[in-house]
């Protein structure tokens, strides 16, 4: 195709047709210029495809990952909900002198902590290519807020009531405690002496107050992969 134009070009020049070879000339850059830009704009075509190809394979990982993520989180959720309303079962009871077996098998369920990992694996791939693949704005806000934020209030959330455990409970546990066995059943040596103990008061209060936090902030991660879920 080169030689063929080169050939009217030299043809031209040769019958002396100046003006019709510069002419011919420039008509040929048209011709290549728009052929560039048609190449570009295939390519640029291809490029977009490409990628919202792997937006919809990306957000479909998400999803999958958020699944697991409220399955936890209500587990979770749960629990802290179960661990306040015990703690003020026991606190009800022993303000009443009631030092039952009961107490025990509920701060079996009280005296514990929760771990939580989130499935976020997908996130961070995303977060490696970039955001801005994602084409809705405003359901890029909603994940950044979601791993970010919410997560680490979770996380955190969940961290208060392990550290409260280790520093509050597991001294007690090892010192004034017949049994211990997790998530099931706590024994004191001397129930009614622990029980009057104005300290335990003050441990169980701080411990619900932390499972209050859980309940607050698990709840908004899950509110929130709801709204995530909507968008996608």
Do not use: H
């Amino acid at each position: 195709m080169i030689k063929f134009f080169r050939n009217i070009r030299k043809k031209l020049l040769n019958e002396g047709k100046t003006t019709q070879y510069f002419k011919y000339a420039i008509g040929e850059i048209v011709l290549v210029v728009i052929g560039i830009l048609m190449a570009l704009q295939i390519n640029n075509w291809n490029d977009n495809r490409k990628t919202r190809n792997y937006e919809k394979e990306i957000l479909s990982l998400i999803n999958q990952n958020l699944q697991k993520d409220s399955l936890a989180l209500s587990i979770e959720l749960d629990k802290a909900k179960e661990g306040i309303l015990l703690t003020d079962r026991v606190l009800k009871e022993v303000a009443k002198g009631n030092y039952t077996d009961s107490l025990y098998f509920w701060m079996g369920k009280i005296i514990t902590f929760e771990r939580f990992k989130s499935q976020s694996s997908a996130f961070e791939i995303l977060k490696a290519r970039g955001i801005e693949t994602i084409s809705d704005k405003t359901l890029q806000l909603a994940l950044i807020s979601y791993y970010d934020d919410n997560l680490f209030k979770v996380y955190q959330s969940l961290d208060d009531v392990e550290q409260s455990f280790k520093k509050d409970w597991q001294p007690i546990l090892k010192n004034d405690f017949l049994d211990f066995r997790w998530s099931e059943y706590c024994e004191p040596n001397n129930p009614k002496e622990f029980f009057e103990n104005p300290s335990t008061i003050t441990f169980f209060k701080i411990y619900q107050d932390n499972r209050k936090g859980i309940v607050r902030n698990t709840q908004l991660a899950i509110d929130k992969i709801s709204e995530i879920r909507i968008i996608t």
